[in-house]
């Protein structure tokens, strides 16, 4: 730890992520190493990502019962073509417990910007060749023709609303997305200020079910 803030020029972190629930570790020990990290000022809060829900409810009830910091986020995979993980087993432990959520892989690697139409696009990056493999799908297609109405409507990106999507989601604190240019970096920006209507939320769950 000393090495890392030593690296990162700060006196403490205020996001610690346990990135993997290691399952070969008790619990109780992986949240009593955080908890003196706190206790230390070295971290502010610790999150969790790539947890089990099964897992996680019990990490939050040996915080509780042992006195421990308790993981006060989740990070999960969650767009609008990856739902059912999350929906129907994170998410009400989440609700439950009032975590913040911080998805990643919102965009669904890019697919969801409507940038993989065709096979041929997986030409276009790196990654590109397992998001057509995964998404460029009768269901995946659906999904773009429902981003490109609402677009279209909104007179802004599908990337905005597929964004704006998650946003409205109640449970959702922020999608995690990334940028390699300033152009792009206003668009997911701007898709903080687009506000979806009932019907077109309904309208891409219904798209993506």
């Given at each position: 730890?000393?090495?890392?803030?030593?690296?990162?020029?700060?006196?403490?972190?205020?996001?610690?992520?346990?990135?993997?629930?290691?399952?070969?570790?008790?619990?109780?020990?992986?949240?009593?190493?955080?908890?003196?990290?706190?206790?230390?000022?070295?971290?502010?809060?610790?999150?969790?990502?790539?947890?089990?829900?099964?897992?996680?409810?019990?990490?939050?009830?040996?915080?509780?019962?042992?006195?421990?910091?308790?993981?006060?986020?989740?990070?999960?995979?969650?767009?609008?073509?990856?739902?059912?993980?999350y929906e129907s087993e994170l998410e009400p432990v989440?609700?439950?417990?009032?975590?913040?959520?911080?998805?990643?892989?919102?965009?669904?690697?890019?697919f969801l910007s409507g940038k993989y139409r065709q096979?041929?696009?997986?030409?276009?990056?790196?990654?590109?060749?397992?998001?057509?493999?995964?998404?460029?799908?009768?269901?995946?297609?659906?999904?773009?023709?429902?981003?490109?109405?609402?677009?279209?409507?909104?007179?802004?990106?599908?990337?905005q609303v597929a964004l704006a999507w998650q946003i409205?989601?109640?449970?959702?604190?922020?999608?995690?997305?990334?940028?390699?240019?300033?152009?792009?970096?206003?668009?997911?920006?701007?898709?903080?200020?687009?506000?979806?209507?009932?019907?077109?939320?309904?309208?891409?769950?219904?798209?993506?079910?």
């Amino acid at each position: 730890m000393e090495d890392s803030l030593r690296r990162l020029q700060t006196d403490y972190i205020d996001l610690y992520q346990a990135h993997r629930d290691d399952q070969d570790t008790p619990l109780a020990e992986t949240l009593s190493a955080f908890d003196s990290l706190i206790k230390e000022g070295k971290v502010r809060a610790i999150g969790a990502s790539n947890y089990s829900a099964a897992r996680l409810q019990q990490a939050l009830e040996i915080s509780e019962a042992e006195g421990l910091a308790r993981y006060e986020n989740l990070q999960p995979e969650y767009n609008l073509y990856d739902r059912q993980p999350y929906e129907s087993e994170l998410e009400p432990v989440v609700s439950q417990h009032g975590l913040g959520v911080i998805n990643y892989y919102s965009l669904a690697s890019g697919f969801l910007s409507g940038k993989y139409r065709q096979p041929a696009g997986a030409s276009k990056s790196q990654r590109g060749q397992g998001v057509v493999e995964k998404y460029l799908n009768p269901r995946g297609l659906k999904i773009l023709a429902a981003l490109d109405a609402i677009a279209e409507a909104h007179r802004v990106s599908p990337t905005q609303v597929a964004l704006a999507w998650q946003i409205a989601r109640p449970s959702i604190t922020a999608p995690i997305v990334s940028a390699t240019s300033l152009t792009q970096l206003d668009d997911l920006v701007a898709a903080t200020r687009l506000t979806l209507t009932p019907q077109q939320i309904e309208q891409l769950a219904d798209a993506s079910r």
